[in-house]
């Protein structure tokens, strides 16, 4: 079991910066995969970002490729997700997950491990 809590999230202007971190705690947090997804109100939850568990690897959706960046430290057993030059269409909870390997990286059913969500808001 692994348990995963992010933060980070607020209220920005269009064109402004957040960081967002996912804790992890339970079992061996830095051995997993993570996937970062995002949910717009009355949209489904999509990928947002993926990094492996080494770091060394991250792929993005089209949508935020060159204004986001996954990092992680796993010495502190944490996730994080830098955005940059951010747009009102941005706006969604986002998540942290783990991912579990049996599906392809940006679908959302091959994460067995969730986040409660951290609410991002960009302002026009």
């Known amino acids: 079991q692994v348990q995963l809590v992010e933060s980070g999230g607020g209220l920005v202007q269009a064109g402004g910066s957040l960081r967002l971190s996912c804790a992890a705690s339970?079992?061996?947090?830095?051995?997993?995969?993570m996937g970062w997804f995002r949910q717009a109100p009355g949209k489904e939850r999509e990928f947002v970002a993926f990094?492996?568990?080494?770091?060394?690897?991250?792929y993005y959706a089209d949508s935020v490729k060159g204004r986001f960046t996954a990092s992680r430290d796993n010495a502190k057993n944490m996730a994080y997700l830098q955005m940059n030059s951010l747009k009102p269409e941005d706006t969604a909870v986002y998540y942290c997950a783990v991912y579990s390997g049996s599906s392809a990286y940006y679908d959302l059913r091959s994460y067995v491990y969730w986040g409660q969500g951290t609410q991002v808001t960009v302002s026009s």
């Open positions: 990094i492996n568990w080494s770091g060394g690897v991250a």
């Open positions: 339970g079992r061996t947090a830095s051995n997993y995969h």
